[in-house]
């Protein structure tokens, strides 16, 4: 079940990411994400909008009811700025140009405010999240899964190779949320 969401997760994530194109957040780290002392500052401005402080948070322990949760402000502001929800379309209802014209112009608008940020375990924001995702591959090779590897990124978790391996996608993918879990105990 718990790899069932993590599955379902990142394809919710991947595909918020395609259809965003490359709106990524540059909000400030939430208030309770760990501070680290950096030459920049705190990385907060005077003109973030206040909403932002609000945005959800995931964690690795979030179940799918908890994301859907997360995410009913961000369905309700893309409805608001005209776009259609991917929850609200038809059963094989293929995205036209111009639903998905809405939904990039309305992404951009309600992303980086109600989007929920990533675990911060794996946020870019977070110094640490290169060694994370370095030790959860340490984790995984540990538990016998061959092919896997830190992604291009250096956040993400690569699986199954330039051999696409079924083997060590699917048992990565069922091994992964545990690996997690564990690092990020020592971690504490």
Not at 95 to 104: A, C, G, Y
Request: aromatic share 4%; hydrophobic share 35%.
């Amino acid at each position: 079940m718990a790899s069932r969401h993590r599955t379902r997760h990142a394809v919710v994530m991947m595909a918020a990411v395609m259809i965003a194109g490359s709106a990524c957040s540059s909000a400030a780290p939430e208030k309770d994400a760990p501070q680290v002392a950096t030459l920049a500052g705190t990385g907060a401005t005077p003109s973030a909008p206040a909403s932002a402080a609000a945005r959800p948070r995931e964690r690795l322990d979030t179940t799918p009811e908890e994301f859907e949760a997360m995410l009913k402000p961000y369905n309700q502001c893309l409805r608001e700025h005209g776009a259609k929800p991917k929850q609200d379309w038809k059963r094989n209802e293929r995205p036209t140009t111009r639903l998905i014209s809405k939904l990039e112009a309305a992404d951009k608008i309600c992303n980086p405010l109600y989007f929920p940020l990533p675990p911060w375990e794996k946020d870019p924001a977070n110094p640490e999240a290169k060694d994370f995702a370095r030790d959860v591959v340490k984790c995984l090779k540990g538990r016998g899964i061959r092919y896997v590897e830190v992604g291009d990124n250096g956040i993400d978790i690569a699986l199954g190779g330039d051999q696409n391996d079924r083997e060590s996608i699917s048992k990565g993918l069922d091994l992964a949320p545990e690996c997690e879990r564990q690092v990020a105990a020592r971690r504490k």
